[in-house]
């Protein structure tokens, strides 16, 4: 058991982050992640939605591993990510979102471009974040309560700061 609220809460953003489950956060986990959302919405990895995707989760890997990977080996145990991820992002939430938002925008467009403003549907936003490891009403729950305007769509202004909220939540 956890003895607290707030390492119950770190404890499911790093499983967010450890895609497969194996205890440390690598490159692997993000290009797993980006393989299951093109699974999911059915776009092929070789489209440039697909290579968009995959390279926003290179980024997104890199970013995290020169903030938290303190001993270089490529990997973030979970000791890296509670000392150094968690404190660094929640400092500076809007680094967090600088290195999450090419990811995010791709995911949006995997789940369904709408011209200019990338946006995705409230499902397809739903199914991103369940694809992502976000339980399905914690996922529900983040969405709506993105859609302000209730028009059914969520876009990358709106998700990008909510992500960054969720992942460099304080004490
Ligand atoms: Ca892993
Ligand atoms: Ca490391």
Do not use: C
């Not at 690598?26 to 992640?33: G, L, Q």
């Not at 591993?65 to 990510?81: L, N, T």
């Not at 400092?91 to 990338?118: K, S």
């Amino acid at each position: 058991m956890f003895s607290s609220e707030y390492e119950r809460r770190i404890a499911a953003r790093f499983a967010a982050f450890d895609q497969d489950g194996n205890g440390a956060i690598d490159r692997e986990d993000f290009s797993v992640a980006a393989k299951a959302l093109l699974a999911e919405f059915g776009v092929p990895a070789r489209s440039d939605r697909g290579q968009a995707l995959y390279a926003g989760a290179e980024a997104f890997w890199q970013g995290m591993a020169g903030i938290a990977d303190r001993d270089g080996d490529q990997r973030i145990s979970r000791e890296e990510f509670v000392t150094g991820a968690v404190k660094r992002l929640r400092d500076n939430p809007d680094r967090f979102a600088e290195i999450a938002r090419p990811f995010l925008h791709a995911a949006l467009a995997v789940a369904g471009a709408d011209g200019d403003a990338v946006a995705a549907t409230v499902d397809d936003a739903v199914r991103v974040l369940r694809v992502l490891g976000v339980p399905q009403d914690v996922a529900r729950t983040a969405v709506a309560a993105l859609d302000a305007d209730g028009d059914g769509r969520v876009s990358e202004r709106e998700v990008v700061p909510a992500v960054a909220r969720y992942f460099t939540v304080s004490e």
